[in-house]
């Protein structure tokens, strides 16, 4: 998948979060958190500025809020007070990724 | 997933792991977007007029199976995003969740979509959806006045619907 594909996926995927909480039954909808497919599942935290993280596992794999939280320190940590990091442009910093990595591989 | 054309109903329909709260609402559609049945039994907020509901909830399942084929981590040849998927190519998505519900999708090789959105809480609804078909087929399809591509009026199937909802709520 390249990066106009992702680009694509994470527009889509914004738009559904919010038709999402449009459709909601009840009051107070927040938008998607899991969405369960066939050959895998999709975990999305949505963080109080609108930034959501979405991360895709096997299907019924444990604790992946807590990851996605984790994730979310790691961001404000590495990325938000880099003061090199411009809002809103794609991630390059390099802490971000080996602390990323790191936490992603020590869940395996 | 394999839909079997025996001529009775199970008789023993399968009840699911839910946290006993009732449904709030359930939509039948057809493969052309024609909502074929919409059933509601708790929705205190209504956000759009029924019509655009139907339309935006059609709308919202076609992109996230479009997404999902997509975002598939296991197949190697996926579709360009936005092309059209015949029911069963690509990977499907069965429910999702939010913080106020859960809706629980299934679509049929004919193109019949069945959704139902309960509490958030409600476990895995699938086997339901594949007896609800069931139910679709015995009290709709096989009803001789029924014209395929308008909506349900059979009060046979409406009633049958309602017990087993109730019953697994």
């Known amino acids: 998948m390249d990066t106009n594909d992702s680009l694509r996926v994470a527009s889509l995927w914004h738009s559904m979060h919010a038709i999402s909480q449009q459709l909601s039954p009840v009051n107070g909808c927040s938008g998607i958190e899991l969405l369960e497919a066939d050959t895998f599942d999709l975990h999305c935290f949505q963080s109080l500025p609108g930034t959501k993280f979405f991360v895709v596992c096997e299907p019924g794999t444990p604790h992946m809020e807590s990851l996605l939280r984790y994730i979310y320190e790691l961001y404000?940590?590495?990325?938000?007070?880099?003061?090199?990091?411009?809002?809103?442009?794609?991630?390059?910093?390099?802490?971000?990724?080996?602390?990323?990595?790191?936490?992603?591989?020590?869940?395996? | 997933m394999q839909f079997f054309g025996g001529s009775e109903i199970s008789p023993s329909p399968p009840v699911p792991t839910v946290s006993g709260n009732n449904a709030h609402m359930m939509y039948v559609f057809n493969r052309n977007g024609v909502c074929l049945l919409y059933k509601e039994w708790n929705r205190p907020l209504h956000t759009l007029n029924p019509q655009q509901d139907h339309k935006l909830m059609f709308g919202l399942l076609f992109s996230l199976k479009s997404l999902t084929a997509k975002m598939d981590p296991v197949n190697a040849d996926k579709g360009n995003l936005g092309v059209p998927q015949l029911p069963g190519q690509g990977c499907s998505f069965h429910s999702f969740r939010t913080n106020t519900y859960k809706l629980s999708f299934m679509e049929t090789p004919s193109g019949i979509k069945i959704i139902l959105v309960t509490h958030p809480k409600t476990g895995d609804l699938r086997e339901s959806l594949k007896y609800i078909y069931g139910l679709y087929v015995e009290y709709v399809v096989k009803n001789p006045i029924y014209n395929p591509g308008s909506p349900i009026k059979s009060e046979l199937f409406n009633t049958a619907l309602d017990q087993y909802v109730r019953s697994i709520s």
């Open chain 1, 76 to 108: 404000t940590d590495y990325v938000l007070k880099n003061p090199f990091y411009e809002i809103e442009m794609p991630i390059r910093c390099e802490l971000f990724d080996i602390n990323l990595t790191q936490a992603v591989q020590s869940d395996r």
